[in-house]
Nanobody, 118 residues
């Protein structure tokens, strides 16, 4: 059973920073990609960023220049560094990973709450 455990959420003032962590229960290279999604209150879950097993990074245009994604291979952990936070960045951030074989298997963490005060 694959587990993704997020941490690092919390309350921050606008303009502040947070670093979210996603710890996987197995080697992160076993996934084709690991990434983050954001769900604002009352909204759909949206893609934020991901990093593939070969190191390619994709960042959503809406957060480009403010968010970065990185990984610590030894810790099987992927990070989302969020800077210059805005009130609209609040919501739940979910870690996501997927594996492509003859099908696509997707895994989700339980989410971590981010609140940005104005």
């Amino acid at each position: 059973q694959v587990q993704l455990v997020e941490s690092g959420g919390g309350l921050v003032q606008a303009g502040g920073s947070l670093r979210l962590s996603c710890s996987a229960s197995r080697n992160i290279f076993s996934f084709n990609a690991v990434g983050w999604f954001h769900q604002a209150p009352g909204e759909e879950r949206e893609f934020v960023a991901c990093i593939t097993s070969d190191g390619r990074i994709t960042i959503a245009d809406s957060v480009k220049g403010r968010y970065t994604i990185s990984r610590d291979n030894a810790k099987n952990t992927v990070y989302l560094q969020m800077n210059s936070l805005k009130p609209e960045d609040k919501g739940v951030y979910y870690c996501n990973a997927f594996v492509v074989t003859n099908k696509i298997t997707t895994y989700w963490g339980q989410g971590t709450q981010v609140t940005v005060s104005s």
